[in-house]
């Protein structure tokens, strides 16, 4: 079984609701992009499902635990924001404006990123577009906080969930609490 804190993880993308997380500011400069924020989250909660499904059917998991992650759960909520700059500017951004972040730095593969995005939005993706981003790489920083009520994911390419287009743009997703 899931650890609680997985458990409370999934149950945020479970019943994120689209809009700011309060007490974390937008990007400088960025835009709340409403539509991809709802898609994000439509996903999440069909990945998810499955693991708080078991959650509920699990004997062994105490029903005050249970209750515990769905009024959490029921608090969280999931902000996609596009933005200006570089993501070295918006990670001194949050690092200045949400106390005790500190990001971690990672190169992701934009050709399996993309790959993945149009099997969890269920379209295919042109040869040449999969060609195209074969093999090449973007950044990303992330930062969560340990209780996982927190999370902020920045990315210097933004892969559209909806159809997978391919941008130079960054792109900030924050999950928390409302």
């Not at 689209?18 to 960025?30: I, L, T, Y």
């Not at 069909?46 to 608090?75: F, G, H, N, W, Y």
Request: hydrophobic share 45%.
């Amino acid at each position: 079984m899931a650890s609680r804190l997985a458990l409370l993880s999934a149950a945020s993308l479970l019943f994120a609701v689209a809009g700011p997380v309060p007490g974390v500011p937008a990007p400088p400069g960025g835009r709340f992009e409403g539509e991809m924020t709802a898609v994000v989250a439509a996903r999440a909660a069909a990945q998810m499902k499955p693991l708080l499904d078991e959650m509920e059917r699990d004997p062994s998991q105490p029903e005050s635990v249970k209750a515990d992650i769905r009024r959490k759960a029921s608090r969280l909520t999931v902000a996609v924001y596009t933005a200006p700059g570089t993501i070295d500017e918006l990670v001194a951004f949050y690092s200045g404006k949400v106390a005790g972040a500190s990001f971690l730095f990672s190169e992701r593969e934009i050709g399996k990123d993309l790959a993945e995005t149009a099997q969890l939005g269920g379209f295919s993706l042109a040869p040449a577009t999969v060609k195209e981003w074969e093999g090449k790489k973007g950044r990303s920083a992330r930062w969560a906080r340990p209780d996982g009520t927190l999370e902020i994911d920045i990315e210097d390419h933004l892969i559209d969930p909806r159809d997978g287009r391919v941008t130079k743009q960054v792109v900030v997703m924050v999950t928390g609490a409302k």
